[in-house]
Structures are given as structure tokens and as C-alpha cells.
DNA sequence: GATGTATGTTGTACATCGTACAGAGTTGTC
DNA sequence: GACAACTCTGTACGATGTACAACATACATC
């Protein structure tokens, strides 16, 4: 049952996954899935665990530690990639299953040795996989609105409007700004671009922390956060 | 009428905001509504448009552009956080209105005289308000959590089923370091520290790139992308 | 003043959703 | 063979967004 919803979310989008549309792929009547599952909201938690458990993680052992956390921001984002739902779901009280601890064991191990205490650890990661989970989700939405509206069509319909409100008079800087940024990427936003540009600042972000601690130093326990 | 749906949004939810429940409280059938507007999906747009013309801009000209950007996060994060709903709304193909507009021309106006390339000045603004936007998603649902479940209560049902999935031989790390991250934050989440971590980290990335370039100059309009 | 046209408003109706509830099979154990 | 536990089913309810046709009112034109 998991395996078909994911199935079906990866195919036709996060909203075709209805209760009645995993339910017809079953060869079942909706009211079957209740035996399984409390609700719909639980089947989602399934579904994102079971991808989580699927995930293919690289041994960085070794590596610098810019690498290796490349390396769990790829991982993430090609998660996200092949499953764009997963970065719709609500994350917060996450679906405690084994999936997830074996991801998040798995991607502290690229911040062990570095000298942070355990909860500057946690900051970090959540810092990194935040940044990737906006990003994927800014992903998917400009390929969906890219398939929705054929882009140039809606920039022609857009544009006269645009024109309109951006007198360049009293907004010089964003009609400036907002014209480099279209042509340079070819449309209104660049989620491949943004990922490279952000990622390296994420890990500048968190150089100026990890650099600061001393390597295979069992962590500065007492810092509070890293605000510095 | 986009007024109403504001307040509804605010007090409620965004989930509260249905085109029957806009109608009812402007006492008027809910068809009525499509009069103003060809759908529900543009009247988020209104809305969105709407607090972004309302909120305040503080002039920091002048000072240090970590502070100018401090100000710039500090007045999103204040606005997710009068209306939570505005950070969950789609925000590819935004809704290109004047408040948009405004917002857009205020915030870059905090990055202007960096010497930074037009595009890499947007690339920077979509990076640091993607942070807050994120950090702004995951303080909402979090708040939506505790008032949903008592959050302790929640602990108690979830702990021993954790603790079962959460072998300590098989993931050392992932048990101590959230149990040192859940006893520092006292819950599972803490998004008031994530922002104050997370922007720290955005500045001292931005940082590798700003300082680099040199201030007052027009900019070097050839850098394709800010990743070095 | 009468009339035609635009503009705002209403009521009814439909398809879709999650799921509550009561009952009908099927299976395994004593 | 009888009982209990599970699994599955059909029907039904209240929500949602919105298509469609009919109605009211206001204003320009003759």
C-alpha cells in the first residue's frame, strides 16, 4: 500500500494522492485502507520513512568535511529529485521510524570529529538539510508552474503588467536587478543555480564555525549556540 | 474582501480561509466573491500582495551591511510572524503586485554598494529570504504541534516506541546527539534558536562572497554564478 | 421617461475529498 | 462445530472549489 501511494505521488504529483486513488490502484474499496492506517496523515509518514529507508548513503570516511557534507546535501537533493512530494510533507514532529534514524545517524557521522559539541552537531545538519528542503521545494514548484503555463506564454501575458508596475522611476534597483537576474538564467528563477550558490554559502556559513573548533576534540560541550 | 480574508487567515489558519468562510463573514453567498476575482488561488495572491505593502521598512543606509540584512531578515521574520499563513503560500510566479514590488526594490537597496554583481544581489536576497521563509514554515507548524498535543503528552506516547527503534548499538550518534539537542531545546524543535544559529550561518556565508568584493565599486557584472 | 446593457448578486448543482458507521465475509483457535 | 479476531465492503455525511443560469440594480442612450 505504501509502495503504490509513493508510486502514484511520484507519477502525478502529492495531490493525486488520495485515499480513493491508492485505493483503485489496490483493487479495493477506500474503507480498506483504514484497516492499516488511522488516517491519511499516517499513510504520508509511511510513505516518507519508506523512501528515507531506501535512500542510497555514501561512506565519506575520510573525506574533508566540505566533501562529505556535499555529499549529504546531494543525497538529500536527489531524494527530493526523484521524490518531489517528500519535500511537501510536513516535517516537524517527524515520523520517528527506523528510515529516519538511520538518515540522521548516518548524516551526523559527516559532522563527527570536528570539534562541535552534539547540539551544535544538530544545528548544523538542520541548518544544511533546511537549506535543501527549500530549495527542492522551490525546485518543484518552477517545474510545475513550467509545465503549467509554457513560461514565455505567461511572461508574454505577464510582461505588459509588469511593465506597468515596475516604473523604473521609483523601483531603479529591482527593475535593474530583476532584469539581469531573468536573462542570466532565462526565466523568473533558477532552483539549479540557487542550489550551487547556496550550498556554498551554506558551507562558508558553517566554516566560520567548524573552523573555529579544533579537530577530534571531543566538542565544546558548553556552547550555548552558535551565534558566536 | 481581501481584508476579511487576511483576519480570517490570521486568526485561524490558512486552512480556515475557504471561499464559504470569506463570503459568510462578508455576509454574502460565496459566488459572490467570484465577481472580484477569477479564483481562489488569486485571491492568495491578493492577500500576499497585501501584508507585503503594510509592512514597515526601516531605513538602515548607512550602516554595515550585516546590520542592513540583520533588518531586512528581522522584518520578514516579523511578518511570517504576524501572519504565519504567508510563508506557506506558493511563492513562484509571486503574485508580481506593487507590494512585491516595493518589498523587492527596499531589500535590495541593503545590498546595493557591495560590489556585488546584479544577479549575484539577487542570488543573495533569494538566499537569505529563502532561510527566513524556511525557519518562518517551521516555527508555524511547530506552534502547531504544541498547542495540538500537549507536546509533553506527545513525548510520553512517542518515548518508548523510540526508544525501541532507537538502538543505541546500532545509532550511537543519532541517540546522543538528540537527546543532548531535545534536553537543550527542551522540545524537539527550537525555532527561536534555529533562526538565531541559522542566521549567523547565512551572514558569515555571504560574508566569504561580500567581502571579497570591493565596496563602492559598480559590481562585476561578469561573475556567472557566486559558487568561486 | 423608456429601454438596452453592463455589473453585481443569488440559488442550485456537481464532482471530489476524508472518513464515520454498520454489516458481511474470511480465517484461525479451542 | 462454535466463537473470536481480522479484513473487507457499501452507504452516507459534511466539507470544499466552482460552473451555470437566473435575477436585481444602475447607468447611458434615445
Redesign the pocket.
Known amino acids: 500500500m505504501v509502495d503504490t501511494a509513493i508510486g502514484l505521488a511520484d507519477r502525478e504529483g502529492l495531490a493525486a494522492?488520495?485515499?480513493?486513488?491508492v485505493s483503485r490502484a489496490l483493487g479495493?474499496?477506500?474503507?480498506?485502507l483504514?484497516?492499516?492506517v488511522p488516517?491519511?496523515?499516517e499513510m504520508l509518514d509511511l510513505m516518507l520513512d519508506a523512501v528515507y529507508i531506501r535512500t542510497p548513503r555514501a561512506d565519506t570516511t575520510g573525506a574533508r568535511w566540505r566533501t562529505r557534507l556535499t555529499a549529504v546535501a546531494d543525497e538529500n537533493r536527489a531524494l527530493f529529485s526523484a521524490h518531489p512530494w517528500a519535500a511537501e510533507i510536513s516535517t516537524l514532529r517527524p515520523p520517528l521510524g527506523p528510515g529516519l534514524m538511520a538518515k540522521y545517524e548516518h548524516e551526523l557521522s559527516a559532522l563527527d570529529g570536528l570539534g562541535l559539541s552534539d547540539v551544535e552537531m544538530d544545528d548544523c545538519l538542520t541548518y544544511l538539510l533546511s537549506f535543501v528542503q527549500a530549495n527542492a521545494r522551490e525546485a518543484h514548484q518552477a517545474a510545475a508552474v513550467a509545465t503549467a503555463g509554457d513560461d514565455a506564454q505567461w511572461w508574454a501575458r505577464v510582461g505588459p503588467l509588469l511593465a506597468q508596475v515596475l516604473d523604473e522611476r521609483r523601483y531603479p534597483l529591482a527593475s535593474r536587478v530583476g532584469t539581469a537576474a531573468g536573462e542570466a538564467h532565462g526565466s523568473a528563477h533558477d532552483p539549479d543555480h540557487a542550489y550551487r550558490f547556496g550550498l556554498a554559502r551554506v558551507l562558508d556559513g558553517l566554516a566560520s564555525l567548524i573552523e573555529r573548533a579544533e579537530p577530534g576534540s571531543p566538542g565544546r560541550q558548553l556552547s550555548a549556540d552558535g551565534t558566536g
Chains 1, 2 share one sequence.
Open positions: 494522492v488520495t485515499m480513493r486513488a479495493v474499496v477506500p474503507m480498506t483504514y484497516t492499516y488516517g491519511k496523515a
